[in-house]
């Protein structure tokens, strides 16, 4: 499963009238970064204080901001290279922030695997998003064609890892490492673990195909700026 250009273009035109509303409020493209980090901030600490359900809300809130800015940038011509680097570094900060919840959480409530399992599910999340601005940074799949390769992008852990906060809540996640709650949480976080580290495969894979069809110089070139 993965969400292709196409499909992320008809989601973002839905947010269209809300980001332009909050433009009109008098809100910038970067303003609209920083609540979003600012809100998934919250909800990260909600989730360390092991208020699971309320904590996947907000997080999925905060996420949710990343349509708006931009969105709103590109409906008012505001698209630039820092708006880009600020969204790319406050989306990766703020999904470590709520890694770090999950694990002062779950170590709170003496839940091991989970805590390590939210340890394996944020290093393979960054390594999706390296292998994407590694790859494009070096002159492949430029634009946002990396964005369609793999299983486990950004959206779909977002979905993954708020489900598993809201269901685990609903179900109540305890200090029992069989609670039902507690299950719920570990195997979204072992599925995004599992399938993130697939997801850089194939980018890995991906950029090997695109890197054997240039020529020999150019090649060498790439491996030249490692």
Do not use: C
């Amino acid at each position: 499963m993965t969400i292709s250009n196409d499909s992320r273009a008809r989601i973002k035109s839905i947010f269209e009238p809300i980001a332009l509303a909050m433009g009109r409020a008098g809100l910038s493209p970067d303003g609209l970064t920083l609540i979003g980090f600012a809100i998934t901030a919250v909800g990260a600490a909600f989730v360390a204080a092991q208020l699971w359900l309320v904590g996947g809300l907000v997080v999925f809130v905060g996420g949710v901001f990343d349509m708006f800015d931009g969105t709103l940038a590109r409906a008012t011509g505001k698209v630039s290279k820092l708006g880009a680097f600020m969204d790319s570094v406050f989306d990766r900060w703020g999904e470590a922030i709520v890694y770090l919840g999950i694990v002062i959480g779950a170590v709170q409530a003496d839940l091991r695997l989970a805590a390590s399992l939210a340890a394996a599910a944020m290093g393979a999340a960054f390594m999706v998003s390296y292998a994407r601005a590694k790859s494009e940074g070096l002159g492949f799949t430029g634009g946002t064609g990396m964005a369609e390769v793999g299983l486990m992008p950004r959206e779909i852990r977002l979905v993954v890892l708020s489900l598993g906060f809201v269901v685990g809540g609903i179900l109540g996640i305890g200090p029992e490492e069989l609670s039902g709650g507690a299950l719920v949480l570990e195997l979204a976080l072992g599925l995004i673990a599992i399938l993130a580290t697939l997801t850089v495969i194939q980018r890995i894979v991906h950029v090997r195909r695109q890197a054997a069809q240039q020529s020999p110089d150019a090649t060498s070139t790439q491996q030249e700026t490692r």
